[in-house]
């Protein structure tokens, strides 16, 4: 019966899909046209605001990865519904790849140990640079160590996205264990290679400031974008076959659920981060959180305690709201524009002592994320919604009975 | 097509969560048959009387303290937190994976849990209880502790809520009230069948009187399931923040070895790891010898292997950042730190760690040592073992020498630290036999919740 | 004794299924003051004798509330007006500081009243109830169910309440003595 079922429907993604790939490639290349003339008018600024919406773009794609294995290695039918939106996010990765480049040139205007080191007023960090620049913190290193990562990365993408499509044709097979064996191990691969990264790209930019906990709050941060951006996905395809077929409501509230547990977790996270280095009071931590604290960064710091945090945790307790998907939807998206502002408050009070927002700031954070769209639409539209001829998939399309 | 699905999802190659064959009766008979019907064995009554020999190791270790006070253990200076503190980590580590059984696992709807979380929350208060008595102990004047709890004084003193220390007062008593709560409204439905059960009338009159007057109305379920639920819900941040506040305990220090911030969850993950070694070696036995091996099946040995290798690994991950962000912060002494465990006095103790904590239990990868009980059983041993010496390297190498060479020092523990420690050892293991006697070790009610008959089918 | 000697009639059933279509039957039939009786908790008896909600929520909600104010409340007021101490040249008002027990006392107040609101609601612990008076019902903590219509219902008689009982096909029908 499930089978027939499967044979009758179509899964290929609606056309809207294509039309938003269409407008988003638009805004992305006159949006990139403006950045590449800030490019040229204001370097600096540029390459502030492109690392920013190279983090926050990445975070999407990595955090879709990550997610995926954590499905993988779990089980649970409430990810069958994201899986395709999941993997089509991931895919981008190969744009990441590209939009990296960029960086490897601004190097000297985002982290302090690429430039001449006579530059270094304060003693104590040239120091500890003339010793780190030898060994790992270098150009060279930077670049070996980023190709290591998206390697990694890549060849966790290339094989799941590959067993994935194997799914679109028949006959129906039941391949959870070998994802499983790629997924469990993965993951173990993956938070290490996210955690060097994150140092890298962007704990590096204070070099003599480190926080164990910083790699883990961009890892959660990125789960967080990931979820939240399949919930948008879903419910704009949620308006057309096959998507409002396969979405029921009790997935809505698990993708809901995770949601809530995702912005506990980062809450959870940076408050640990803060309180230790606040009481601790140190000269070489505290300057991070003296810096967020004054010249008008406190009330970036607040809006975040309010908005990436309390808000969303008091709706997300909320039953008839997570079963909902379009009003959870709105709430996915407000925490997509959060994730932008935490990555801002991370990144930004580095480069200045005062608030400071550029246009760049937003201009390239949204032509990286019209050309991200673009060819996510691209990816999403070449391969059904829903892999027919995975054993698991089929719990998907069981009629609704009840929800729990 | 559908028999494969269903082969799928029964799990093909997973043990089933209760063996078939079984009806609301034979559940309710089984589980409370231990309980109520089992004759007094001389195995049991051995075990007491071993773990009972210890209760009084312990009785005298601490009444020989109350008189000479904490000079007749191996804490010195620098070294002021010794064995004290190292075994109220560890205890309190272990009593983490009942609160997660009952209360994570159960949002995130597990029912497999349903079968070991009884004894998993009773470990958790035995587990508390021991944890509790050491920094209360360790304070030196414990019978004046309760100046710890805010409450108006004549000496017009006030508890300082900057201290870490005073926050575990307030975690770790907020800990104790919620795991006794969240154990005794479990057990209320099942003190009433026990009570509906018994024969003695004593017996009956006592379990009677616990169980409130229980009579499983369906409005009082309702409300019941609402309050169990949110209690979960409650039980799920307090328990990580429990450890976390443990944690801050040493991070808020600036001591290196203490101070870095993935010390929360590293020690949340490191809670639950030693945690779930302990449910394995408890319930190993436990399933073997009282016949319930069709309720504890492999399936709930292998889940709880899969969260011990999970919860490892994010152990070893704390491992690799910490010792990273040592050599690559550029701070000397956390440098130095990283040296002195690789090559100080207490480098054997490290490399012992190591090996117990980040590199047996990697054989858990293999599914035969998920699944066969005396190997699983071995591993949580070493776990155990790992665990409680995380916290010996936690405490004492960072403390021994630190950032002036002048005051560095060596701990070395006495007979009466060992006696405490032997001593609450046996504490947990007489209650653990105790509560094995008189009440149910696996939920009744939960259990029948289980059965294929319970369900309503759609009219 | 204005009560009346019978508190009411008890049906048994064997089965989850068999209760909840007749406790659906016998709310449809208009008794509203009935209580269904089971081993576990079974969601679909208490929808069907109309017992919709519960406020057990409420009482967390308002405990936790309780919980956080008392919690922030009693450090601020220590820590600035009480005893102020100046540990370490930290402020007074140390927020970050005071999050833990803030929060831990969130905890405990919310936990103790799901517990005890729980309990209140329920009217337990009672020593004494009328149920108890029936022999077989000490079987509702092992394996059976049953439906009680009691006979402060407006809608009770006593023949016809027990022949509507008896349409139902329960496994056996008594009295309940007061």
Redesign the interface.
């Known amino acids: 019966m499930t089978t027939a079922r499967s044979h009758e429907m179509n899964f290929l993604a609606p056309s809207v899909v294509r039309t938003i790939g269409t407008r988003s490639l638009v805004i992305g290349l006159i949006f990139a046209v403006l950045a590449i003339v800030g490019a040229f008018v204001r370097p600096g600024d540029f390459f502030h605001a492109y690392l920013l919406g190279f983090m926050d773009w990445l975070g999407v794609t990595l955090g879709a990865l990550a997610f995926l294995m954590v499905r993988h290695v779990t089980g649970g039918t409430w990810g069958m519904v994201i899986q395709r939106i999941q993997i089509a996010a991931m895919r981008c990765l190969p744009l990441m790849m590209v939009l990296f480049i960029p960086i490897l040139f601004g190097l000297p205007h985002l982290y302090i140990w690429a430039r001449p080191l006579d530059t270094v007023a304060d003693k104590h960090l040239r120091e500890h640079l003339q010793e780190i620049t030898q060994t790992y913190l270098n150009p060279h290193g930077f670049f070996i160590r980023a190709v290591i990562y998206f390697a990694i990365w890549a060849v966790l993408v290339f094989f799941l996205s590959k067993w994935s499509a194997e799914h679109d044709h028949p006959p129906m097979r039941d391949t959870s264990a070998r994802t499983k064996q790629l997924s469990a191990p993965g993951l173990v691969i993956f938070a290490l290679s996210i955690g060097f990264a994150t140092i890298d790209w962007m704990m590096s930019i204070t070099p003599g400031w480190i926080s164990t906990m910083y790699p883990l709050i961009i890892l959660i941060g990125e789960l967080m974008s990931a979820m939240a951006f399949c919930i948008v996905i879903e419910s704009i395809l949620s308006r057309y076959e096959p998507m409002s077929t396969m979405l029921k409501p009790s997935f809505a509230h698990d993708h809901g659920k995770w949601t809530l547990a995702f912005v506990m977790v980062w809450a959870y996270f940076s408050f640990s981060q803060l309180l230790i280095m606040w009481a601790g009071n140190l000269p070489e931590e505290i300057t991070y959180y003296y810096r967020r604290f004054n010249g008008g960064w406190g009330y970036v710091g607040l809006f975040l305690v309010v908005f990436q945090f309390a808000v969303p945790f008091c709706l997300l307790l909320s039953r008839p709201l997570k079963r909902d998907i379009r009003r959870l939807a709105f709430l996915a998206a407000w925490i997509m524009v959060m994730r932008w502002v935490d990555l801002y408050f991370m990144i930004e009070p580095n480069y200045s002592e005062t608030f400071r927002l550029t246009w760049l700031d937003i201009v390239v954070a949204v032509a990286m994320g019209g050309l991200w769209l673009a060819f996510f639409c691209r990816n999403l539209a070449s391969r059904p919604l829903l892999a027919a001829y995975d054993i698991h998939a089929q719990k998907v399309l069981e009629p609704v009975h009840g929800g729990h | 097509m559908t028999q494969l699905l269903e082969e799928v999802e029964t799990g093909r190659k997973r043990a089933p969560v209760i063996e078939p064959g079984h009806s609301f009766s034979t559940v309710t008979a089984k589980i409370s048959d231990v309980v109520l019907k089992r004759p007094l064995s001389i195995g049991w009554l051995a075990g007491v009387m071993f773990c009972f020999g210890f209760v009084n190791l312990l009785l005298l270790a601490v009444g020989y303290l109350f008189i000479k006070g904490t000079g007749i253990w191996g804490i010195t200076i620098p070294i002021g937190w010794g064995f004290a503190i190292v075994n109220f980590v560890w205890w309190i580590g272990i009593g983490h994976a009942g609160t997660l059984i009952s209360a994570i696992l159960m949002l995130l709807r597990q029912t497999w849990r349903n079968s070991i979380n009884r004894f998993a929350e009773a470990m958790t208060l035995f587990a508390v209880a021991c944890a509790g008595l050491f920094p209360l102990i360790h304070t030196g004047r414990p019978w004046v502790a309760y100046w710890m709890f805010p409450y108006p004084n004549t000496m017009g003193v006030w508890p300082q809520f900057r201290s870490p220390l005073i926050w575990d007062v307030f975690a770790v008593s907020t800990y104790a009230t919620t795991s006794l709560l969240f154990w005794f409204v479990g057990l209320i439905p099942d003190l009433a069948t026990l009570r509906d059960r018994a024969t003695n009338i004593w017996v009956k009159r006592a379990y009677g009187a616990l169980a409130m007057g229980w009579r499983g109305s369906a409005r009082h379920w309702s409300r019941y399931e609402t309050a169990y639920l949110l209690l979960a819900g409650l039980a799920t941040p307090l328990v990580l923040s429990v450890h976390t506040v443990v944690s801050f305990d040493f991070a808020v220090g600036i001591v290196p070895g203490w101070h870095t911030t993935i010390f929360p969850p590293y020690f949340v993950a490191g809670a639950i790891y030693s945690g779930f070694a302990m449910v394995l070696m408890l319930a190993i036995p436990i399933r073997s010898i009282y016949g319930l091996k069709d309720f504890i099946t492999e399936r709930h040995l292998e889940n709880s292997a899969k969260v011990m290798l999970a919860t490892g690994l994010i152990v070893g991950y704390g491992y690799a950042m910490e010792a990273f962000m040592g050599w690559y912060g550029g701070n000397r002494y956390d440098a130095f730190l990283l040296w002195n465990r690789l090559h100080g006095p207490y480098a054997t103790w490290y490399y012992s760690l190591l090996i117990c904590n980040i590199f047996i239990p990697q054989v858990l990868w293999i599914r035969k040592f998920r699944t066969q009980p005396v190997l699983l059983f071995l591993v949580s041993t070493v776990v155990l073992v790992g665990m409680w010496l995380e916290r010996f390297i936690i405490v004492v190498v960072s403390l021994h020498r630190d950032f002036l060479n002048s005051s560095w020092g060596m701990y070395y523990p006495t007979k009466w630290d060992w006696f405490t420690y032997t001593g609450t050892l046996g504490l947990f293991l007489f209650c653990m036999f105790f509560f094995m006697r008189i009440l149910p070790s696996i939920s009744i009610f939960e259990m029948r919740t289980l059965l294929p008959e319970s369900k309503v089918k759609a009219e | 004794m204005n009560e009346p000697a019978i508190y009411g009639l008890m049906a048994e059933f064997d089965?989850?299924?068999e209760i909840?279509?007749a406790?659906r039957r016998t709310h449809a039939a208009g008794y509203r003051k009935i209580?269904?009786?089971?081993?576990?908790?079974?969601?679909?008896?208490?929808e069907?004798?109309g017992?919709h909600h519960?406020r057990?929520?409420l009482v967390?909600l308002i405990g936790g509330i309780i919980g956080c104010m008392t919690g922030y409340g009693?450090?601020y007021w220590?820590?600035n007006i009480?005893?102020p101490?100046n540990?370490?040249g930290?402020p007074f008002h140390?927020w970050?500081?005071?999050?833990?027990?803030t929060?831990?006392?969130t905890?405990?107040f919310?936990?103790?009243s799901?517990?005890f609101?729980?309990?209140a609601?329920?009217g337990?612990?009672?020593?004494?109830?009328p149920?108890?008076n029936v022999e077989r019902?000490?079987?509702?903590?092992?394996?059976k169910f049953f439906l009680v219509v009691f006979s402060s219902d407006e809608k009770y008689n006593e023949t016809e309440t027990r022949a509507f009982l008896q349409s139902l096909g329960p496994k056996s029908i008594e009295e309940v003595p007061s």
Do not use: C, K
Not at chain 3, 35 to 46: F, G, K, T
Not at chain 3, 96 to 101: C, E, H
């Open positions: 089965s989850a299924d909840v279509a406790a209580d269904a009786y089971s081993p576990y908790p079974v969601e679909e008896l208490w069907a004798i017992f519960n057990v929520a967390v009693l450090q220590v820590a009480a005893y101490t540990i370490g930290r140390s970050p500081s005071f999050m833990i027990v929060f831990e006392l905890i405990l919310s936990v103790l799901a517990v609101g729980m309990l609601l329920n337990l612990p009672l020593p004494y109830h149920v108890f019902f000490s079987r509702v903590t092992e394996d």
